[in-house]
Each structure stands twice: as structure tokens, then as C-alpha cells.
């Protein structure tokens, strides 16, 4: 199986380097084009078709993801994170945004890395583990990029 220049750069782009989520648009893309056989070229049209069931697949993985998270503290690490935008955050504009010294971090950011949520990118620099996790996160707590809260299911 092929595919096409611009099915290959919309699946990659989508994926944003996380593998998980290229396998479900190349999983879903498959099955958009109707389980073609070897020699078939998937398209870049059967690429947007699939990225529907795809959002679904990352909504569901997101979801679940969100509910290991309990802790009070490892709730609102998670809510300054996503607040600060999508990329990494430095720990000391975390601290600043939950209004604690940076040494508070250690224990939910621990907790938060041994459950695959977040990762350090840099030294002082923390992200989320999955590209587009932040945006859910805000949504589900109701977080405006940039540290706004509209106080939706405040923890």
C-alpha cells in the first residue's frame, strides 16, 4: 500500500510526532478507503475523512488519561500546564501560574510523569506527554490558554 504526497503530509502533520495517534490515522485512513488491498494508494481526501473517527479514538485516550489524574495537586499542575498553551511550560511560570514556590512541583510532577501524563523537555521545562492534551484538558476544566480559569469543575 501508497500513499499519495499530500495523504502522507496531512497523517503526519495530524500526528504532531506522537506514534500512538499515527497509528490510528493510518488505521482509520485504511478503513476509510474500504480495507484496500496491498497495491492500493490511500488519498489525501480518505485522510480528512478519517481524522472524524481518529479525534474520537484521541478524545477517548484523552479521557482516560485525565481520569488517572486525582490528586488535588496533580489536578491543578495539570490545569496551570494547559493553561500556559500548548508546547512546554517552564517550571517556574507553573509555580507562578498555581501561586507556589517552584519546589511544590516535585511531588505531583512525579506522580504525574510515573503515569505518562506529563514529561520534561528540558531541564526546567515540563509538557504534556500527548500532542492536543492540553486543549482537552482545558475544555474539561473550562482553562482559557494563557492562565484564565472560567471556573468550571474547579478542583
Do not use: C
Not at 512541583?105 to 492536543?132: E, K, N
Request: hydrophobic residues 40%.
Amino acid at each position: 500500500m501508497t500513499w499519495d504526497g499530500a495523504a502522507l503530509e496531512a497523517a503526519v502533520e495530524y500526528a504532531a510526532g506522537y506514534p500512538h495517534t499515527l497509528q490510528l490515522v493510518g488505521d482509520n485512513t485504511w478503513r476509510q478507503a474500504g480495507l484496500p488491498d496491498p497495491g492500493a494508494r490511500l488519498t489525501g481526501a480518505q485522510v480528512g475523512h478519517a481524522l472524524a473517527a481518529v479525534e474520537e479514538d484521541i478524545e477517548e485516550l484523552f479521557t482516560a488519561r485525565l481520569s488517572k489524574v486525582t490528586n488535588h495537586n496533580d489536578i491543578r499542575l495539570v490545569r496551570a500546564l494547559a493553561s500556559l498553551g500548548d508546547g512546554p511550560a517552564r517550571r517556574a511560570d507553573l509555580a507562578a501560574a498555581m501561586g507556589v514556590e517552584s519546589d511544590a512541583l516535585g511531588v505531583p510532577r512525579a506522580r504525574l510523569r510515573g503515569a505518562g501524563i506529563v514529561t520534561d523537555t528540558a531541564h526546567g521545562h515540563l509538557a504534556f506527554t500527548v500532542p492536543g492534551f492540553a486543549r482537552h484538558v482545558r475544555r474539561h476544566f473550562g482553562v482559557d490558554p494563557a492562565g484564565g480559569d472560567r471556573g468550571r469543575n474547579p478542583q
